[in-house]
């Protein structure tokens, strides 16, 4: 491992801030991923994606195999020329496509077997496979396969997905990756407070460069996700990073940042971006709504990103209405910065001291449009 070293923690909660090394940079934790399933993030320039303070990004290991392939990617020099990024990668192993994709997969003890959904061709993904795969990628951050059970997954299922989980993950480990890749093991089991013990001790035993929490952030509620985490935060090494997967919303990284984890992911920046919904500090605006046709205001006061300095909410709301694609641009770009913004006064807030007092204020304020306002359509 190139190095993980804590810089800092907050005395009040299990908050730290942290600096894990890569062969293509630094990643200063905690930190958030933008989500490049299939090699890009939707619609922005990796120039852009620096500018909002972007460090890492993530892509994903069935979407490439399937479209266009690692031999292509291989072809013109790796997943970071392909991307045009030079910085950090992490690449998921595909284990939660196990769960979106499920009518289309057929699963055993040995891996998956998807349908495609392009073509319906067969790909059977195993956990040698997996991680062959993400070694010729070249990511910096490789992900075991996993076996991510849905949120309401009878309990047997869920002890069958944690058993096969570690299974996978001892075989991901015997695969030789290149000088300088990590290897992140994963920790399933619902929100099974003895399931997630168990995954955590038997995935620790085996030995990982990081630590993985998934099959969190689909359907358990936000106060079910919380305990989760921080019941299985408690049994990982302290010198390894955390990473929680698919999280979330500003409220659930906030309050997962205090249980200890260092890593976040999720679509809704872009996602919701593209569907016109910006993050601000004040709660979100809706750019379609007809009060801000007229409206000469950025989308969020004291915001430095590309769009609130350049554009009014009106002409954004323009866009939007006429299909222009420089609508969903903006927000994504908007949104990302916001996020990034919110990392940024994390790590400073626990280097100073002050995370716990700042983190409650913000906590109480993004509670109050938790629910639906930042909805993941």
Known sequence: MLGFRIVGRDSRSGARAAVLDTPHGSIHTPVFMPVGTAGAVKGLLPELLR????????????????????????????????????GPILTDSGGYQVLSLARLTRIDNCGVEFSSHVDGSRIFLEPKTAIMTQVRLGADIIMCLDQCPAADAPSEDAYQAVERTIRWAQACKAVQLRPGQLLFGIIQGGTDQQLRARSAEATVQIGFDGYALGGLGIGEGHAAMVRTVGQTTRLLPEDRPRYLMGVGTPLDILAAVMTGIDMFDCVLPTRNGRNGYAFTANGPVRIRNSIHACDRNPLEAGCDCYACVNYTRAAIRHYFNVGEMLGPILLSIHNIRFYQRLMAKIRSSILDGSFSDWAQEKMQAFTTYQSSAYRQD
Do not use: C, K, S
């Open 51 to 86: 500018r909002t303070g972007t460090e890492v990004i993530l892509a994903n290991t069935y979407h490439l195999l399937v479209r266009p392939g690692v031999e292509v990617i291989e072809a013109v020099g790796g997943l970071h020329q392909f991307m045009a990024w030079d």
